[in-house]
C-alpha cells in the first residue's frame, strides 16, 4: 500500500531554514508525482511545491518561490523540501502528497498523503 512518511519539522528562528524529507513506500515514487502542501490553523491547505515524474519539472508557489526547494533523493524514495529564509507566515503542518498522472499544486488531485509535520517559525 502507497505510504509516505514526513519528517525535519520543528521550531526554527525567523530567517533559518530547514529540510522536510517524505519517505515513501508501497509503490514506485519515479513514476509518481510528488507534492508539498502546507496547512495553518484556520486556512485551508494550500500547494507549496510540486516534483513532476514524467520531466523532472518542479513547480513553486509565488509565496515561496526563491526560498524552497524539492528535490528527489538518488534513491528515488524520499523527495525533499528545503526551506531557507522561513518567515512567520511559513509556520503550518506540511504534508507530502502522491498522484500518479496529474502534478499540480491543487490539494484535491492528490489521493494519497502523509501525516504530515509540524514546522514552527518563531524567535
Known amino acids: 500500500q502507497v505510504q509516505l512518511v514526513e519528517s525535519g519539522g520543528g521550531l526554527v528562528q525567523p530567517g533559518g531554514s530547514l529540510r522536510l524529507s517524505c519517505a515513501a513506500s508501497?509503490?514506485?515514487?519515479?513514476?509518481?508525482?510528488i507534492g508539498w502542501f502546507r496547512q495553518a490553523p484556520g486556512k485551508e491547505r494550500e500547494g507549496v511545491s510540486y516534483f513532476s515524474s514524467t520531466d523532472g519539472r518542479t513547480f513553486y508557489a509565488d509565496s515561496v518561490k526563491g526560498r524552497f526547494t524539492i528535490s528527489r533523493a538518488n534513491t528515488k524514495n524520499t523527495v525533499y523540501l528545503q526551506m531557507t529564509s522561513l518567515k512567520s507566515e511559513d509556520k503550518a503542518v506540511y504534508y507530502c502528497?502522491?498522484?500518479?498522472?496529474?502534478?499540480?499544486?491543487?490539494?484535491?488531485?492528490?489521493?494519497?498523503w502523509g501525516q504530515g509535520t509540524q514546522v514552527t517559525v518563531s524567535s
Open positions: 502528497a502522491t498522484e500518479a498522472s496529474i502534478a499540480s499544486l491543487r490539494p484535491n488531485v492528490y489521493p494519497y
Open positions: 508501497g509503490f514506485t515514487p519515479e513514476y509518481y508525482n
